[in-house]
Every structure is written in C-alpha cells, then in structure tokens.
C-alpha cells in the first residue's frame, strides 16, 4: 500500500485525482450548473437592462449629461454602475453557494466522496467568479462599445485601472459572501443577510460613522470599492475634505469626508477577501452534514 | 481484506446521545445489515464513516484508516449513500455521475462505460440525459445507488437505500445489493426492515439507542436468542379496544403462553411457547373469549422475535 496521500491507487485501477484537480473538476461542473441556473439569465438580465437604460438615456439627452471629456463618459457609466454589478453578482452566486449545498441537499452528493470540503468550497467559488466574470464581460463590452462610439480616439488609462479595481471587488465580495453563505443553514436566511450588509448595511454604517463617529471607515467593504469610481475622477478626490456646513446662527459644524487611497482601498480589499476565505473553509469543514 | 472499524464511537447532539460508544468491526467480503428501528443511530453511524459529522468521542476506521483525519484516503475505496442527496436539478444522470467518476479518478478510457453500466444495473438508460430536476424521489434514489457503485470500490456503505422507491423499487435494489455480494465486497446496509436484512444480508449487525445490541451471522443471531425454536409470538387484532387486566389474567392462563403485551389500544402481542399446538390453543381461547378478535398474525419468523425482543429489551 502506498504512503501518499496526493495520489491513491485502488485494485480497481482509479488514481484519485489531487485536491487541486478536483477543486477544478468541481469548478467544470458547477459552472455548467450556473449557466444552466434562471439565476444566471436573471443576473443577466438585469445586466442588460441597465446598460439598455445607460445606452438610451445617453443617446437622448446626449453625452453631453456626463461631462466634455472620455474620462468623465466612463465615470458617469462606470464608476456608477460597476460597483453595483459586482454586488448583485455576489449576492447572486454567492449568497447561498454554501447554504444552498445544506438546505438543498446537493451537499450530501459529494461530501460523502473522497474529497476535501474545501476542494468543494473553492472548486464553488471559482465557478462563481467565472459566472460573475461573464456578466461583468458583457457590461464591459457594451461599456466599451458606447465609450468608443462618443470618444472613438481613445479609452483613458484611469478606466483599465478601474476595471482591474472592479475585478479585486469582486473577487472580495464573494469572498464575503461565500463566507456568510457558510455562516448558515438556510439559503434564502443566507441571501437576505447578504443583501442587507451589501446593498444597504454598509452604506447605512458609513453614513452613521460620518454623523457621529467622524473616522475613516477603513474597515468597510464599501469604503474600499469607492477606488473604482474615484480613480476615474481627474483630479483623484483628496484623502480628507473638510466641509463647514452653514447652522442657524452662522458658521454651523464641520464635517470631514473621507475617501480612500487606492493602496487603501486595495488593502482594505485583499483584506476583506483573505479573512473571509479562510473563515469561510474553516466554517465549512467544521460543519456537520446532519 | 476490506474492513470497517468504529471504535468507541459516540456522538452527543447536545445532551442527547445518539450514538454511545459503538464497537463493531467487520472484516472480509460479506454483506452485514445494520439492523434497529427508527432513531436507532444507524444513519449517525454511517455519517461518521463518511465525514460528514465528528464523532463526539471514538473513531471510525476504513481499511484501517481513521476517516475524521484521512478522509480522501479513507474513502477512496468505499462508495457510500447515506440518507437521501439530491442532485443538481440542472444536470442529467450522466453527467452527475461523470462527475463522480472524474472526482474518484475512475480512468478516462473506463469513464463512459463505467457510467452506462451504473445506470443500466438501476435501470435508468432511458433517462440518462434528461434533467434530474423533474425527476421523482425514487428515479433519484436510483442515481444515488449508481454513484456509490459507479467507482467499483471493494466496500460499500448503504443507508436505507430502499427508502422512497415504490415496492417494486425495493426489490429491485434487493436484488442489485444481492448482485454486488457475488464480487467479493464488503457491503455494510442498514434498514430498519428485518425482511430486507434477512432476504440480502449474511450478517447482521442489530442497534437500538445507539447501541449495538449483537453481531454475529443471521443464523446465529436466531438460534442464539430464540432457544430450541418452539419459541413464537403472534399478533393479534380486535374490533374493539381491549380490556388489559380481564384479558392478561386470561389470556396468560392459557397453556403455553409465555406473556401477553398490548402494543395499542386494539393490538397486543402474545409469547408463547410449544411450537404449532400451542398457537392453535391460543387462537381457539381468543376466539371463545368472544373480545371481537379480527387479525391473528404469527410472527414470520425466530429472527422477527429475536429483533423485536432485542429492541424491546433497550426502551
Ligand atoms: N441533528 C440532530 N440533532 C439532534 N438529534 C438528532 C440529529 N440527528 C439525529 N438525531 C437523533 O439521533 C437519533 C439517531 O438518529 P439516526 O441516526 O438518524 O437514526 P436512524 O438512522 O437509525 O433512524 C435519533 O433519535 C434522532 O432524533
Ligand atoms: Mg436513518
């Protein structure tokens, strides 16, 4: 009998595959489940939909409504958008990736196979980074295709950057949510939990931190995303504004507001993504398939 | 030589212990039944042998190796279905299990063969590549089984695989468990139908309260326990509720009757002893006693009281 624990060769001839090639077997076979999922052509849709609206909203009152130059085009149409894409795509595919493997049962096909958990795990969550990046792909090209329609002469710089920006997003909030994906048992508990933090707890604490707190909020999520839409402002928003509001009897209190460098803002992602993931597969091999 | 081990294996879900310290170790190529009623700790068992819960205390062995530390290891040579999984609605038989097969590193030359004999010995070639989706619970149950086998592993760990298939099903999944034994396999089955574990399995291994009460072979278990054979019990039906007291004094006077138990409130359950004659005398009495007896079922066999006695004995 051999001693190694990458390869395991059985009498009837199967050689178990590595955990790393099974994390992409895994990641083949969930991604056709996901562009076979109506979640997918929802996401799609939806998609669609928006850059339909940009593209017609555009073209009727012109292009004029962004501002005179290119940059000023992309930082209408995607440092607006891009942001929210990337947090429906999360939700999306990420939401219940794990949650959905207890509730539905479908954890219970594999687990029981000569497998790690976080060969499961990871092998999932490649798969929704590639169904997440199809969407994204789409919104870029009719991104691309409208800026080089109005500015035919070139794509600024500022835009490749935030796109990259938009791709470590990304890559940070499924993270997150694969992380709360595994925190529970039931996908829909699962979902709504991302849904709140994602689309409104996070704007609802920065606000809250900016009345009474008056700190950075280096440890959001959101706070860090915003490099996507500052990146395409020329010049870059100044790391602290300093804003006097006007009270009843004269000069009223000041308010400062921050905004991220892009190491910030980078570091602030990486970061979110690293814990996330390892809190994540831990969760999921310690949880019990009751 | 296939085995499997639980050494001391214990599992608490809070206060209450479901599995308390279980020791069992089957060795060669046979098919052992895990036998106990519901709640038994039949399925918390064989999750352990899969990973999918820890153990509270002790571990489970395959081959040898401990499965909470080695899993891939471990299970690279067992097959199991425990409970009942679903599969990706999206994907089609061959497809799900070709993904099985990918994973277990079933050779690529092997793959599709593999694949059509698994769901042709379940009896699904017709649906092979229609999605799973809409299939039944049965249709499904019959994927689960072609997966545990789809890899040929030398054991085999089966969790009530009949339930959820009309009875048709069952006997078909009898009859596929049965077909598995003639490769010399370790086939470890629970069911909490005795039939079932009499009908396929060599060995039986009975559980109740999340102890293992025996293990030994079939025929062992039943001479073992039901003395020289004249031992029987019947199960008798009455159109009316019983009356306990009127009826133990007299039905336990009847010769040859060992002991009288109400199950509910029209049913009760008669031990006795004697053999033929006696179970003629009893069901005579009952008749004359005029308690509106409508079933009198004799027990199928020693194995039956054997079970029912053991897990009587643990409530
Ligand atoms: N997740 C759980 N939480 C609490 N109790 C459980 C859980 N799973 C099983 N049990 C209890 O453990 C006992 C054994 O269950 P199980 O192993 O499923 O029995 P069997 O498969 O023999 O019918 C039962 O009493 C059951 O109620
Ligand atoms: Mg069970």
């Not at chain 1, 607006?80 to 990420?94: D, P, Y």
């Not at chain 2, 040859?256 to 033929?276: Q, T, Y």
Request: aromatic share 10%; charged share 20%; with cysteine.
């Amino acid at each position: 009998m051999s001693n190694s624990s990458q390869t395991e060769e059985s009498k009837e001839g199967n050689i178990l595959p590595s955990s790393v090639s099974q994390v992409g077997i895994v990641t083949k076979y969930e991604i056709s489940n996901y562009f076979r999922s109506r979640r997918f052509f929802i996401l799609l849709g939806i998609g669609l939909a928006i850059s339909a609206l940009l593209t017609f909203l555009i073209a009727h009152y012109g292009v004029s409504s962004f501002g005179t130059t290119s940059l000023d085009f992309y930082s209408g149409w995607w440092g607006r958008s891009a942001t929210f894409i990337v947090v429906f795509c999360a939700i999306f595919f990420g939401g219940d990736a794990i949650s959905g493997e207890f509730q539905n049962k479908t954890g219970y096909f594999l687990v029981g196979n000569p497998i790690r958990r976080s060969s499961i795990y990871i092998g999932k969550w490649f798969a929704a980074l590639a169904a997440s990046l199809i969407i994204l792909g789409v919104f870029t090209a009719i991104t691309l295709a409208n800026g080089l329609y109005y500015f035919p002469s070139s794509v600024p710089y500022q835009f490749e950057e935030s796109f990259v920006f938009t791709l470590v997003y990304l890559i940070s909030a499924l993270g997150l949510t694969f992380f709360f994906s595994s925190l529970f048992k039931s996908s829909s508990f699962s979902i709504l939990v991302t849904v709140i933090l994602l689309l409104f707890g996070f704007s609802l604490i920065e606000e809250l931190i900016f009345v009474f707190a008056h700190i950075e909020p280096w440890f959001l999520l959101s706070y860090g995303s915003e490099i996507v839409g500052d990146i395409l402002t020329n010049p870059y928003p100044q790391h602290t504004i300093q804003t006097t509001g006007f009270g009843p009897g004269g000069r009223g209190p000041t308010f400062t507001t921050y905004n991220p460098t892009i190491p910030e803002g980078l570091a602030i992602m990486l970061i979110y993504f690293t814990v996330t993931a390892v809190l994540g597969l831990v969760l999921f091999e310690r949880k019990e398939f009751t | 030589m296939p085995s499997i081990e639980a050494v001391n294996l214990s599992k608490k879900y809070g206060s209450f212990t479901a599995l308390d310290s279980l020791n069992l170790k089957i060795e060669g190529a046979k098919c052992v039944g895990f036998l106990g009623p519901n709640g038994a700790g039949k399925t918390t068992t064989l999750k352990i042998f899969t990973d999918m819960i820890r153990p509270s205390a002790g571990h489970a062995m395959i081959n040898g190796i401990t499965v909470h530390e080695h899993k891939r290891k471990a299970l690279a040579h067992c097959g199991a279905l425990i409970e009942t999984p679903e599969i990706y609605p999206s994907l089609t038989p061959s497809e799900a299990l070709s993904m099985i097969a990918e994973l277990r590193g079933v050779p690529h030359s092997d793959r599709s063969r593999r694949i059509s004999e698994a769901i042709e010995e379940v009896k699904m070639e017709e649906w092979a590549d229609k999605k799973v989706g809409k299939f039944s619970k049965g249709m499904k149950q019959r994927i689960n089984i072609a997966a545990a086998l789809l890899s040929e592993p030398d054991i085999i760990l089966l969790d009530e695989p009949t339930t959820g298939l009309d009875p048709r099903g069952m006997s078909e999944v009898r009859e596929i468990v049965r077909s598995l034994k003639q490769k010399s396999r370790l086939i470890f089955m629970s069911s909490h139908l005795l039939n079932e574990v009499s009908d396929v399995c060599d060995e039986v291994a009975m559980i109740d309260h999340g102890k293992l009460l025996v293990y030994d072979t079939l025929a062992n278990v039943t001479s073992k326990f039901s003395g020289d054979g004249s031992d029987g019990s019947v199960e008798i039906g009455t159109l009316r509720p019983l009356d306990e007291e009127i009826l133990k004094s007299n039905v336990a006077s009847i010769p040859g009757v060992l002991s009288f138990e109400r199950i509910d409130v029209k049913n009760a359950r008669v031990r006795f002893s004697g053999g033929p004659e006696s179970q003629e005398r009893i069901l005579v009495a009952l008749v004359t006693m005029k308690i509106g007896l409508i079933s009198f079922r004799p027990s199928s066999s020693a194995l039956e009281d054997t079970y029912l006695n053991l897990i009587k004995d643990t409530l």
